[in-house]
């Protein structure tokens, strides 16, 4: 329900650029808005957790000396660094930030601080995944792609317009069976660009990308080329 097979979506900001994305997000409904609402609250809570059980380990040793610290005196003001501190030193001293501190203490360190790294990790993945070819008559096409985390940039190409040399469909075979990808050929390069490395979309899709990003790309050489008639 909450990814779909890789779909197109055609945008046109002007008659001579135009953007081709292919992406698992399905159609935007109310039920995919709740689920996706929920998952990052379920995400967040998660992150939280981790990270209070993680400080628990630590302030168990504070609070477990001979001489343990007292508590934190309360701020005029809880929305600061202050305030933050003060919230987790009482928090540490309530019942269930003693049970926390005992449960951490069960588990070896290096074994707590690998599982909190791969739920942070975890909870920063993307769940749906984009790549984008941006054509700019005149200019050059741009490729995107969205990155695997939230913490993570997108990665992008620019490919000016006299450096390509086609835009052009190859085949492949993936496991038994032809698999259809967008290359762009560029000068100067032994290896092609492919458009679309990861989702790799159905053959209907890549067929309606070409066509239309070589339309967009080179409409003005076509209408140079067509024969002028008079009358």
Known sequence: MLTSAPRLRIRRPSPTTAEFTVTTLPPQTVTL?????????????????TAFLLHSRWSASQLAAPRSPLPLSRPDSIASADGLWWF?????RTQF???CAQLSAMVPLPV?????????????????ASESLLVMR???????????????GTTTRFIPTEKIQDI????????FGVTYYLVVVVEGEEDVVVVFPELMPK??????VWRRARECLYERRTEEKAPSTTA
Do not use: C, W
Not at 88 to 92: P, Q, R
Not at 169 to 175: Q, R
Not at 203 to 208: M, P
């Open 138 to 152: 005149g200019l050059g096409v741009q490729t995107s792609e969205s990155p695997k985390s939230y913490f993570a």
């Open 33 to 49: 808005r709740a689920a996706r609402l929920l998952l990052l609250l379920f995400r967040i809570t998660l992150s939280l957790a």
């Open 97 to 99: 930030g003693l049970m």
């Open 168 to 175: 052009l469909i190859n085949e492949g075979f993936k496991g």
């Open 112 to 128: 707590l601080l690998l599982a909190a790294a791969a739920i942070f990790y975890v909870s920063s993945l993307r769940i749906h």
């Open 88 to 92: 987790l030193d009482a928090a540490h």
């Open 203 to 208: 053959r209907a899709i890549v067929e309606t």
